[in-house]
């Protein structure tokens, strides 16, 4: 059995895990950034397609996925749209588990990209010089 997949950075960045241990950021400082937003689906898609992939995209995290990660959303909302028919293969729903969790989009892993919440001795008007 292999071991658990690798968390992308911007996750780990959200969910305040570099606050506890800054050293692990140093560590991915090469990596890509998210860059720019998911945007529309592609003009290949069918409206059924588009219909989907709008649907799904609501419910993504921000800071998650942008214009990189198009080809593997655009994998998922297939594979949605599969399961979504009578006759869907097993398969494919496990097959959508899968990808739903490398997006963050099943409770399990939605606990992991949760936006950071501020501390209680956080001031947001620190940067103003107010107390």
């Not at 799904?56 to 599969?82: P, W, Y």
């Not at 588990?97 to 997006?103: I, K, N, V, W, Y």
């Amino acid at each position: 059995m292999a071991g658990r997949p690798r968390k992308p950075s911007n996750i780990l960045d959200i969910s305040g895990a570099f606050k506890a241990h800054p050293e692990r950021k140093a560590a991915r400082a090469n990596e890509p950034e998210v860059v720019g937003e998911l945007g529309d689906a592609p003009d290949w898609m069918t409206p059924a397609q588009k219909s989907i992939w709008r649907e799904i995209a609501k419910e993504m995290h921000k800071n998650v996925c942008g214009e990189q990660d198009r080809q593997q959303f655009a994998s998922l909302v297939l594979v949605t749209e599969r399961i979504r028919k009578p006759d869907a293969p097993i398969a494919a729903f496990a097959e959508q588990r899968m990808m739903l969790a490398r997006f963050g989009l099943n409770p399990a892993d939605r606990s992991r990209v949760q936006q950071g919440k501020p501390k209680k001795d956080d001031n947001p008007f620190a940067e103003f010089g107010v107390n």
